[in-house]
């Protein structure tokens, strides 16, 4: 069965509400500061939003039908999806097709979560029941030591180095620079990554995300009414999600990207070599070198080398991350899921809040989250273009 396009969907209005380390305000309050946000940057009235997807881990005991009542809206089509980082690209392609549909006529896909001093805590204990009943009683708790066990075993199993990782976290960081909302703003060299000090072997601290507050957040709505309410914005080409992808794989080394990437790029009309950037999602380093690879752009285990070869500044001839990615600009939640596509938007509409891709008109946005143990269970992308009207 063929799929049907995403002609005559726009996306626009990328917004971020400025990150914060720690944060007193609710989840409730970042993602209603955004839905301000949006309505104020499209110049339309809070009731025009009619539909919402909303991601986060810290609205409990609230969902996204709870928050329609404390944001006062009375949307006629919802979603809230529970997929962490890879909630981005599933509310993207969703929206789309409530546009498309008829459903709704401007979605707002918003992404927030505070952090408290206690909240991250709160969040991995509660995270899923396999943990609970896999890890936990070992003594181990939340995502280093996860990711740990993965990177070692990829390095392992490919031969990668630390140091190959290091070029790529030393990379990000000179992309957060210029990115005003970056938690990280000190340049990183590879011996400070090098000798940084150990989190959870062979992880060190710049391999690891550091948890904060914000929101992520863009509309979706039809080309006619962004062009009639004179919005610059963005066109969709192809998007693919996938959840417990390669099941009996005894350890991740690849995800649901794999499985779709043909019907990706397919779709979208375009391969890999016509990307001009990637936003991948990027809690560990070893997560952006299986998406490179499973995206297309080397072989599986490649991705080392591929790394060695290319200059993954903005500038460069890889732009990769292009705003600091979550290594440096920092995890708010369930916006580390959402951050890369609202970077591609700014980056295709001329918006960007740091340095741009120089001649970028097609941009791949990749998504993760959900990590048991072993591996993680949801993966997406999307394949943005910029809009010729």
Same mark, same amino acid.
């Not at 939003?49 to 810290?58: E, H, K, L, N, Q």
């Not at 039908?65 to 089509?77: F, I, K, M």
């Not at 505070?114 to 609970?132: E, G, K, M, P």
């Given at each position: 069965?063929?799929?049907?396009?995403?002609?005559?969907?726009?996306?626009?209005?990328?917004?971020?509400?400025?990150?914060?380390?720690?944060?007193?305000?609710?989840?409730?309050?970042?993602?209603?500061?955004?839905?301000?946000?949006?309505?104020?940057?499209?110049?339309?009235?809070?009731?025009?939003?009619?539909?919402?997807?909303?991601?986060?881990?810290?609205?409990?005991?609230?969902?996204?039908?709870?928050?329609?009542?404390?944001?006062?809206?009375?949307?006629?089509?919802?979603?809230?999806?529970?997929?962490?980082?890879?909630?981005?690209?599933?509310?993207?392609?969703?929206?789309?097709?409530?546009?498309?549909?008829?459903?709704?006529?401007?979605?707002?896909?918003?992404?927030?979560?505070?952090?408290?001093?206690?909240?991250?805590?709160?969040?991995?204990?509660?995270?899923?029941?396999?943990?609970?009943?896999?890890?936990?009683?070992?003594?181990?708790?939340?995502?280093?030591?996860?990711? +740990?066990?993965?990177?070692?075993?990829?390095?392992?199993?490919?031969?990668? +180095?630390?140091?190959?990782?290091?070029?790529?976290?030393?990379?990000?960081?000179?992309?957060?620079?210029?990115?005003?909302?970056?938690?990280?703003?000190?340049?990183?060299?590879?011996?400070?990554?090098?000798?940084?000090?150990?989190?959870?072997?062979?992880?060190?601290?710049?391999?690891?995300?550091?948890?904060?507050?914000? +929101?992520?957040?863009?509309?979706?709505?039809?080309?006619?009414?962004?062009?009639?309410?004179?919005?610059?914005?963005?066109?969709?080409?192809?998007?693919?999600?996938?959840?417990?992808?390669?099941?009996?794989?005894?350890?991740?080394?690849?995800?649901?990207?794999?499985?779709?990437?043909?019907?990706?790029?397919?779709?979208?009309?375009?391969?890999?070599?016509?990307?001009?950037?990637?936003?991948?999602?990027?809690?560990?380093?070893?997560?952006?070198?299986?998406?490179?690879?499973?995206?297309?752009?080397?072989?599986?285990?490649?991705?080392?080398?591929?790394?060695?070869?290319?200059?993954?500044?903005?500038?460069?001839?890889?732009?990769?991350?292009?705003?600091?990615?979550?290594?440096?600009?920092?995890?708010?939640?369930?916006?580390?899921?959402?951050?890369?596509?609202?970077?591609?938007?700014?980056?295709?509409?001329?918006?960007?809040?740091?340095?741009?891709?120089?001649?970028?008109?097609?941009?791949?946005?990749?998504?993760?989250?959900?990590?048991?143990?072993?591996?993680?269970?949801?993966?997406?992308?999307?394949?943005?273009?910029?809009?010729?009207?």
């Amino acid at each position: 069965m063929s799929r049907m396009g995403y002609d005559g969907i726009a996306v626009c209005v990328p917004v971020t509400v400025p990150y914060s380390r720690y944060s007193l305000r609710s989840a409730h309050w970042f993602c209603g500061r955004a839905l301000a946000d949006l309505i104020a940057g499209a110049g339309v009235a809070k009731a025009d939003v009619d539909g919402f997807c909303i991601s986060s881990f810290t609205l409990a005991p609230d969902s996204a039908v709870g928050l329609t009542q404390h944001l006062g809206v009375s949307p006629r089509w919802l979603d809230h999806i529970p997929m962490g980082g890879a909630s981005g690209a599933v509310a993207l392609r969703r929206a789309a097709r409530a546009v498309q549909c008829g459903d709704a006529d401007i979605v707002a896909c918003i992404a927030g979560d505070t952090n408290h001093v206690d909240s991250f805590r709160n969040t991995i204990a509660s995270f899923s029941q396999f943990a609970n009943d896999a890890v936990y009683p070992y003594g181990s708790g939340g995502p280093n030591a996860s990711f +740990a066990f993965l990177t070692d075993h990829y390095m392992r199993e490919f031969g990668a +180095a630390r140091e190959d990782f290091g070029k790529l976290c030393v990379a990000q960081r000179d992309n957060a620079l210029s990115t005003p909302h970056a938690m990280m703003k000190r340049p990183l060299s590879l011996d400070d990554y090098l000798n940084a000090r150990p989190i959870a072997d062979p992880l060190r601290l710049f391999d690891c995300v550091m948890p904060c507050a914000g +929101a992520e957040a863009f509309l979706v709505m039809s080309d006619d009414r962004a062009k009639s309410l004179g919005l610059p914005h963005a066109t969709i080409l192809s998007t693919i999600e996938r959840h417990n992808a390669y099941p009996d794989d005894p350890i991740q080394i690849r995800a649901g990207w794999a499985m779709d990437v043909d019907g990706f790029y397919d779709h979208a009309g375009v391969g890999p070599q016509d990307i001009d950037f990637v936003q991948a999602y990027d809690d560990y380093p070893v997560i952006c070198f299986m998406q490179i690879e499973d995206l297309g752009f080397c072989p599986k285990g490649e991705a080392a080398a591929f790394v060695r070869e290319h200059d993954l500044t903005t500038a460069g001839d890889f732009p990769f991350n292009t705003s600091g990615g979550q290594l440096s600009v920092g995890q708010a939640g369930a916006a580390g899921g959402s951050l890369g596509l609202v970077e591609s938007i700014r980056q295709l509409t001329d918006q960007c809040l740091g340095k741009a891709v120089d001649g970028a008109h097609v941009g791949l946005a990749s998504c993760f989250g959900m990590i048991n143990y072993d591996r993680g269970l949801c993966t997406s992308a999307a394949i943005l273009g910029r809009s010729t009207r």
